[in-house]
């Protein structure tokens, strides 16, 4: 039994980045058995290479990830070039412009038992390009009101491969919505206790509401090879583009992301310190699908902070329509100074 474990990093000029790896195991128990504690970090460990190259408003990426192991599933990436546009003025104009364009061969793979496949690999090339015009503005002074518009067109080629079910296809997707937020602050100057090591005290509040509004493309996720999925995760997902990057899974949506964020910061040692952070968001469904109900879990996530060197988290998911708690999660973390920590 053996594995081979090689990185490589490298920036050999400011705007340039280079990085590789590779971890290959001859068997997915390997480190199980000799190295657990790097189990448990990543149970399934993957091979790439990528380059980056930037500029002032753009950003160039290569990427590469073959598999090199047999026994785990692997979407390969032979490879993948993507063009990023950062969010930028369009000239002297109020608009602001965004994209995301990328390229490449895709093969899913999926994992073989005892060097047997299970004949339902694919693979396809594809082609997508985003592009977004947003307009932020600031009304009445306090009022922060973004809506935003905007496209992308995605080629699929005819997959190929004994798993293979799709034809070739030009999807091309719509999306528009705006984003509401208010900021409000109030300052307590003489507001000191030795206890909770405060001196001063300022309470920001940030309610927000995002609508996004996406029309059925066409064709659909269903009808399309599936590399860049929606992926089951305790955290609520992105609702709007691009940071929604599930390519092959986007589909029609009509939702409110409603948000709610309380801090409380005081004066300390090190500058001014979050006595409180606590931020309460859920999704309305306009149009729920049909495993979906009209309103999404609550989500709070709030850090305690009483003093420099004591910091207690919460994270919780509430499911509104079975009234129940689906996630609980409570930490407590004392760091006396900066060199050791214990949770």
Not at 236 to 243: G, H, S
Not at 302 to 307: C, F, I, S, T
């Given at each position: 039994?053996?594995?081979?474990?090689?990185?490589?990093?490298?920036?050999?000029?400011?705007?340039?980045?280079?990085?590789?790896?590779?971890?290959?195991?001859?068997?997915?128990?390997?480190?199980?058995?000799?190295?657990?504690?790097?189990?448990?970090?990543?149970p399934q460990p993957i091979t790439f290479f990528e380059a980056n190259k930037s500029w002032?408003?753009?950003?160039?990426?290569?990427?590469?990830?073959?598999?090199?192991?047999d026994f785990l599933e692997?979407?390969?990436?032979?490879?993948?070039?993507?063009?990023?546009?950062?969010?930028?003025?369009?000239?002297?104009?109020?608009?602001?412009?965004?994209?995301?364009?990328?390229?490449?061969?895709?093969?899913?793979?999926?994992?073989?038992?005892?060097?047997?496949?299970?004949?339902?690999d694919y693979a396809a090339w594809r082609a997508d390009s985003y592009h977004q015009v947003l307009l932020p503005r600031t009304l009445f002074g306090w009022l922060n009101l973004t809506p935003r518009v905007g496209g992308r067109f995605t080629y699929y080629s005819e997959a190929t491969g004994p798993g293979a079910s799709t034809e070739e296809h030009y999807r091309g997707v719509f999306n528009t919505g705006a984003e509401v937020s208010i900021k409000a602050s109030r300052v307590w100057a003489g507001a000191q206790n030795k206890f909770f090591d405060t001196d001063g005290l300022r309470h920001i509040v940030e309610p927000s509401v995002n609508y996004v509004y996406v029309p059925k493309p066409n064709p659909r996720p269903n009808e399309l090879p599936q590399f860049d999925t929606e992926l089951p995760s305790l955290r609520?997902?992105?609702?709007?583009?691009?940071?929604y990057n599930s390519i092959d899974s986007i589909d029609s949506q009509n939702v409110v992301r409603l948000g709610l964020r309380n801090r409380l910061q005081t004066k300390r040692e090190n500058g001014i310190d979050d006595l409180v952070n606590w931020e309460i968001f859920t999704d309305w469904r306009l149009q729920p699908a049909t495993n979906q109900t009209t309103f999404a879990d609550v989500y709070?996530?709030?850090?305690?902070?009483?003093?420099?060197?004591?910091?207690l988290e919460s994270e919780t998911r509430f499911d509104v329509s079975d009234m129940d708690f689906r996630l609980s999660q409570l930490t407590l973390t004392l760091r006396p100074n900066d060199r050791w920590n214990w949770r």
């Open positions: 039994r053996q594995r081979v474990y090689f990185g490589y990093q490298s920036t050999p000029f400011t705007d340039l980045s280079l990085k590789g790896l590779v971890q290959y195991e001859s068997d997915e128990k390997v480190n199980y058995d000799f190295f657990e504690g790097e189990y448990r970090q990543n002032q408003n753009f950003s160039l990426d290569v990427f590469a990830q073959p598999r090199v192991n692997t979407v390969e990436r032979l490879p993948e070039l993507k063009l990023t546009g950062y969010r930028q003025q369009l000239g002297a104009s109020p608009l602001y412009y965004e994209s995301e364009s990328s390229a490449g061969y895709y093969r899913e793979c999926f994992a073989e038992t005892n060097n047997v496949a299970t004949a339902d609520l997902l992105p609702i709007e583009y691009p940071d709070s996530d709030l850090v305690l902070k009483p003093r420099s060197w004591l910091t």
